[in-house]
């Protein structure tokens, strides 16, 4: 099992910036995925996010070149730097650790933390 923490969630005006960081705990997996997904109110949960073990990263069209992810792998600690915060990324922002092994692959998601950019 992996468990998962967020923080740095809270309130931002637009144009604002906000660090969100997941600490990992538990079993480890030499190959993982760390992610952060969110979820605004009535809109499916879609993928902001993701960086490897190795270092490869991904984003969504929608936050690419306002938002970076980053990893601490002796903390197992993955970060979201969100600059440039409009209403739009209002939401729900949930961290995920995709553990892989030769046989599976497994999520752990952690319980989420809103963040809301609102004047």
């Known amino acids: 099992q992996v468990q998962l923490v967020e923080s740095g969630g809270g309130t931002v005006r637009p144009g604002g910036s906000l660090t969100l960081s997941c600490v990992a705990s538990g079993n480890r997996f030499t190959s993982n995925v760390m992610a952060w997904y969110r979820q605004a109110p009535g809109k499916q949960r879609e993928l902001v996010a993701s960086?490897?073990?190795?270092?490869?990263?991904d984003y969504a069209s929608s936050v690419e070149g306002r938002f970076t992810i980053s990893r601490d792998n002796e903390r197992r600690t993955v970060f979201l730097q969100m600059n440039s915060l409009s209403p739009e990324d209002t939401a729900v922002y949930v961290c995920n650790y995709q553990a892989r092994t030769i046989q599976t692959i497994r999520n752990y998601w952690g319980q989420g933390i809103q963040v809301t950019v609102s004047s």
């Open positions: 960086m490897s073990s190795t270092g490869s990263s």
